[in-house]
């Protein structure tokens, strides 16, 4: 063998060293995938357990998944979380309404209200309010009706559907079913050119009107259970027989006697706990409905 042949077969040696080292070393850098996290099926290798990899942050092989792989892989995550299990009774109300003895006082008279209610499963409201009113009016109510005055109880009764804003407020959409019995009294004054100033003095007892209000309310939290908040009323009047000389002006809960109204009301209130939101386990209950 001469010496040029030895040095060619010499130079292929070192050259299929280098190229086996590459190789290796390419073979390497390929990240081995933990197959004990997959089960095979008759198609692929699907992931078995990935639910603490967020969909947002996916890692290669997760990228590569089919789109109802992806919901598959969402779903087993949403099934691991907890079940929110929401109380029947969450707690309970009381409420003020302190924009009321303000107007009182502009009326030299007394008007108050409060109210309690009820909340259920968090959501649903149940409520129950009650005023009382004692007043003058002299001068708003008719151009020829002086000294009237106005006084009577009120209820209402209905439920809100509660809607959440921020983690303080919330927004409360319902509508109220009002009564009231009240009277009224005054001096009406009928003027005339062709005849003399007729004066007569009025006062009706045990009035009594019905009327359905659509309530939208907002509330935010001070300080523990306290809150505050404001809410808008629009009533429309069910029953109320007004066919009087004198008709009535102002009718107890409701404002002013005409077909609707409009009422934009101040309230303070206290929240009372009573059950808390649980939580439970979700594959519990699987094994619970499978037996």
């Given at each position: 063998?001469?010496?040029?042949?030895?040095?060619?077969?010499?130079?292929?040696?070192?050259?299929?060293?280098?190229?086996?080292?590459?190789?290796?070393?390419?073979?390497?850098?390929?990240?081995?995938?933990?197959?004990?996290?997959?089960?095979?099926?008759?198609?692929?290798?699907?992931?078995?357990?990935?639910?603490?990899?967020?969909?947002?942050?996916?890692?290669?092989?997760?990228?590569?998944?089919?789109?109802?792989?992806?919901?598959?892989?969402?779903?087993?995550?949403?099934?691991?979380?907890?079940?929110?299990?929401?109380?029947?009774?969450?707690?309970?109300?009381?409420?003020?309404?302190?924009?009321?003895?303000?107007?009182?006082?502009?009326?030299?008279?007394?008007?108050?209200?409060?109210?309690?209610?009820?909340?259920?499963?968090?959501?649903?409201?149940?409520?129950?309010?009650?005023?009382?009113?004692?007043?003058?009016?002299?001068?708003?109510?008719?151009?020829?009706?002086?000294?009237?005055?106005?006084?009577?109880?009120?209820?209402?009764?209905?439920?809100?559907?509660?809607?959440?804003?921020?983690?303080?407020?919330?927004?409360?959409?319902?509508?109220?079913?009002?009564?009231?019995?009240?009277?009224?009294?005054?001096?009406?004054?009928?003027?005339?050119?062709?005849?003399?100033?007729?004066?007569k003095q009025f006062?009706?007892?045990?009035?009594?009107?019905?009327?359905?209000?659509?309530?939208?309310?907002?509330?935010?939290?001070l300080w523990k259970?306290?809150?505050?908040?404001?809410?808008?009323?629009?009533?429309?009047?069910?029953?109320?027989?007004?066919?009087?000389?004198?008709?009535?002006?102002?009718?107890?809960?409701?404002?002013?006697?005409?077909?609707?109204?409009?009422a934009f009301n101040?309230?303070?209130?206290?929240?009372?706990?009573?059950?808390?939101?649980?939580?439970?386990?979700?594959?519990?209950?699987?094994?619970?409905?499978?037996?």
């Amino acid at each position: 063998m001469s010496i040029s042949e030895y040095f060619k077969i010499s130079l292929l040696l070192v050259l299929m060293s280098m190229g086996t080292k590459a190789f290796a070393q390419e073979q390497d850098s390929v990240r081995v995938v933990d197959t004990s996290m997959y089960e095979r099926d008759s198609v692929r290798m699907t992931p078995k357990i990935l639910i603490d990899i967020p969909i947002v942050d996916r890692t290669d092989e997760f990228k590569t998944l089919s789109r109802k792989e992806r919901r598959e892989l969402e779903r087993a995550r949403r099934d691991s979380l907890p079940i929110t299990v929401l109380p029947p009774i969450s707690n309970l109300e009381l409420m003020v309404n302190y924009s009321d003895p303000i107007l009182g006082l502009l009326n030299n008279g007394t008007r108050l209200e409060g109210g309690g209610a009820i909340t259920f499963f968090e959501y649903f409201v149940a409520t129950a309010e009650f005023g009382m009113q004692d007043f003058m009016l002299d001068g708003e109510a008719y151009k020829n009706v002086t000294n009237y005055h106005t006084n009577g109880q009120y209820y209402r009764f209905g439920a809100d559907f509660k809607i959440p804003v921020k983690e303080k407020s919330s927004i409360r959409i319902g509508g109220r079913y009002g009564m009231s019995n009240f009277s009224d009294a005054g001096t009406a004054t009928i003027t005339g050119d062709l005849f003399d100033d007729y004066t007569k003095q009025f006062a009706r007892n045990n009035l009594t009107a019905t009327w359905y209000e659509v309530n939208i309310s907002s509330e935010t939290n001070l300080w523990k259970g306290m809150f505050m908040g404001f809410s808008f009323r629009y009533r429309k009047m069910l029953d109320f027989d007004n066919n009087y000389d004198i008709p009535v002006r102002y009718v107890s809960g409701f404002g002013f006697a005409n077909e609707s109204s409009l009422a934009f009301n101040l309230f303070l209130g206290y929240r009372i706990p009573v059950l808390p939101i649980r939580y439970r386990d979700r594959h519990t209950r699987k094994i619970i409905e499978d037996f």
